[in-house]
């Protein structure tokens, strides 16, 4: 994409919501020959292809080698469609750091938006909580917290949709 369409379409996306930050990532491994094929992965198939990721470029450093293993960054320049999206990414990427670039001075975020971001930050949490829990507790232990997880969501759902059984 030219640079000039480029800022266009960055410009078009910061007026509407849109974040532009840049992500900084480390991966390691043993194998050298392993390390940027990963890491190109990781941004062209899984971040450029992600919900909300409008586009996103960025370099790879050659691998060096530290102690037994080696090392490899990237520098990732990528538009969000909204700061949905930027969590998101970093929640599912675990980027070493993020620095937003646009908006500059700061960000307006409607009350539905940050409402319906907490939610997905709740979903995300439990999830991990559920992975984790899985592999730390009894059969037993895990169903009566899987149980717990299901009434809490069924619950969830009747307030979000109005229809709660409890009085206001």
């Not at 990732?76 to 930027?86: G, H, I, S």
């Not at 938006?113 to 997905?120: A, G, K, T, W, Y």
């Amino acid at each position: 994409m030219p640079k000039k369409e480029l800022e266009e379409v960055t410009e078009e996306a910061i007026k509407r919501g849109g974040i532009l930050a840049r992500l900084y990532f480390d991966m390691h491994s043993e194998k050298q020959e392993d390390l940027q094929p990963l890491m190109a992965d990781l941004i062209n198939n899984k971040l450029l292809k992600s919900a909300g990721v409008i586009y996103c470029y960025g370099t790879i450093d050659e691998p060096i080698k530290v102690d037994n293993i080696y090392s490899t960054n990237a520098v990732v320049t990528t538009l969000f469609k909204d700061l949905a999206a930027l969590i998101g990414a970093a929640f599912n990427f675990v980027p070493a750091g993020v620095e937003i670039i646009k908006p500059e001075k700061e960000l307006v975020i409607k009350s539905s938006e940050l409402q319906s971001i907490i939610l997905d930050i709740t979903q995300i949490s439990i999830s991990y909580m559920q992975y984790i829990l899985s592999r730390s507790l009894t059969k037993e232990d895990l169903e009566k917290v899987q149980a717990d997880l299901k009434a809490r969501e069924e619950l969830g759902k009747k307030l979000l949709s109005g229809k709660s059984d409890k009085p206001a």
